[in-house]
């Protein structure tokens, strides 16, 4: 299953969200990717980045690999240590 949906992470961009956008089918939502031995761990990650800065250049497609990492790792992150400034698409944690 899905770490997370479109509809429930507040940084997806309305133009990218399937179901925003009236997509009335599910089965979209169980389409992905199966690596062999590997899972993703928000906190490790968030661990492993720390004091360090993560940078996604690119176009719309890069945009969307960083809406996807924010909602992999929003969830872990107590809510009075996120911060976003929607103007410059900064996210903080």
């Not at 479109?6 to 992905?32: A, L, M, T």
Request: one cysteine or more; proline letters at 4%.
């Amino acid at each position: 299953t899905s770490l997370y949906y479109d509809i429930s992470c507040p940084y997806i961009d309305r133009q990218f969200s399937c179901v925003k956008n009236g997509r009335n089918d599910s089965d979209y939502r169980h389409w992905e990717w199966q690596p062999e031995d590997c899972t993703f761990n928000p906190k490790l990650a968030l661990r492993k980045l720390q004091g360090k800065k993560l940078l996604f250049v690119g176009d719309s497609l890069q945009r969307n690999q960083w809406e996807s990492f924010l909602c992999l790792v929003e969830w872990v992150i107590p809510h009075k240590h996120k911060s976003m400034r929607l103007a410059h698409s900064v996210f903080t944690a």
